[in-house]
């Protein structure tokens, strides 16, 4: 499904990936963990399609199409979504006719027809309900004055209503408490399926109790310098990162 | 050949006629004044310089052409529409309830010019700037409308004036007058809409006195064509516990330019101004507003919002005036403004004069650009680019737009803003009563 191959990413002439490698099959939850500073986010963004990034060499294949060369909302068009670290507030724009506006967007973008206004409602509905955010919250503009557990369960709500086909999470447990955790992972574990795939970016190894990962890769220095099962992030919770740099310096 | 020198060959008052007096005397000042220029502190960032050299015809008379789509006619069962300044008797209203009477300026003029002389002397007078000066020399087309004590009409009546492209360049000093009686209450739409291809010079003035306890929420739409000039300007006169709302929706004509005023006369009275104005290439908008707390215990809520695209270039200034025996006022003033292109300019310049001392006056003006962060984040949903920049235009307008009460306005409104009707539209805001 996806396939990173070699990426070298800079910003501002900075080298922030140095040739990292990647492969995502369908159907299987990568946790993408490491340091701060290590280059997590930067994979996050630059798979999103984030202007600010300069991509040096290599690449990024989704579903076999080079995905560098398309644009944000292509990306999204292809299956992409990606929860943000950081929702942005938008004024002024209501919440729901920006769900409904991206959903359209997609399906215009897959040649398909507009959402039935009945039935986006209804999908809504059931979503929200699903995640346990407030009603109210649908009609507001978009993460302005939400507090910041609900900035992150409305990126999940996003997500289940658009139903990607390949979701990063980056560090979307941060900041949440144990409650909200469990419910934001509630709302990932719902929509795993065979044909979805997702790289969960994280720091901390308490996401993947509630969201149990296939594969644990480290990032660090803008690589990938260990991969293994879901034993490898219960052991850097207990020990630490220090002793894998050490290994790998 | 400019408007001065083509009035100056038209303009032969009949001695005989109603007001001729004052009509003359009003010439005089407009012409003693002269054309403004950027070197008037007023001026200063619009230009007249080749606005207003047409060979204007002036009080045309009834030819009229046929205007394309005008909005929201359809959505007024009260109006009165003029189309090249000719009444347009088919498309007027029912009866409107007792307690208002309209009657148009020719009636008035007919029937009883005098009681025009007080408003004529005192928008001629020495203080008076040209463009009204002008308005009070030549208006013949307009309406005056009046509320009873205690009437109230919250179904809004449409005043339109529409300039078609079959006109000649026609020049127009279309005259709005308002008196709400004591606990009156009057939703006004000012509408100035112009087809693509006319080219008119209008400067209308439209003359608001809210009597004491009295409501007027004043709506004026300009949508004139991209080849017109338009020099408008709004008197508003508050008297004691009234409100006057004043909405400003500027998209249209080549140069345009409004001056509203607002006189808070007596304790209680207060003012809202919403404004709204968005230029495009080729465009220049100016919004002069003028607030004077003339008594104590007023207040006045104003916020405007520009957005500049292309090569556009958008004007505010806000002047607001504490008095000095106005204590214990409040004025709020903000004006934020959106560029969307690096040729577009927004110049805006708040402009506070206190010599009261125990007042609360807060004001703010910005001019910023698009967040990137926001547009990614929109784009990232599966919004194209062109979308994600209406919406995100449309969401830094939706402060102003939702406080307009009328929602097949504000639908107008949205539509223009995002080039799409499909907007679910925020719950309306109750003004503060």
Redesign the interface.
Known sequence: MLSIQNLHVEIDGKPILRGLNLEVGAGEVHAIMGPNGSGKSTLAHVL????GYLVTAGTVTFKGQDLLAL???E???EGV??A?QY????????N????K???N??RR?RGLPEIDAVEFLARVKAKTAALGLKEGLL?R??NQGFSGGEKKRNEIF?MSV?EPALAVLDETDSGLDIDALRIVAEGVNQLRDAARSFVVVTHYQRLLDYIVPDVVHVLAHGQIIKTGSRELALELEARGYDWLLQAVA | MGILQTLAREFAPDPAAPLADLRARAFAHARQRGVPTPRDEAWKYTDLQGHLEGDYLVNAGPKRGAPSAVPLLDATPYRLVFIDDTLAPDLAAPALPPGVRLRTLAAVLAEDPASLRALMARHAGEDANFFTALNMACARVGVVIELAAGCQLTTPLLIAFLHTGEAEQHFSAPLVIVNAGPNSQLTLIELHHGDAAATNLSTPLTDLTAGAGSIIEHYRLQLEGAGAVHIGSVQATIERDARVGSHSFAFGSKLARVEICAKLAAPGAAVVLNGLFSVGAGQHIDHQTRIDHQAPHTTSVELYKGLAAGDGRGVFRGQVIVQPHAQKISARQASHNLLLSPFAEIDTKPELEIYADDVTCAHGATVGQLDDAALFYLCSRGIPAAEAHALLTFGFTQEVVEQVSFEPLRRLLAARLTGSADIPLPERIEPAS
């Not at chain 1, 929702?87 to 209501?94: A, D, K, M, Y």
């Not at chain 1, 729901?96 to 769900?99: D, E, G, H, K, T």
């Open positions: 999103a399609g984030k202007p644009a944000p909302e990306r999204a068009g979504f990606l943000f929702p942005v507030e938008i004024p002024g724009v209501n729901v006719y920006m769900l506006a991206a959903l967007g997609i973008y009609s503009p978009v996003q658009l």
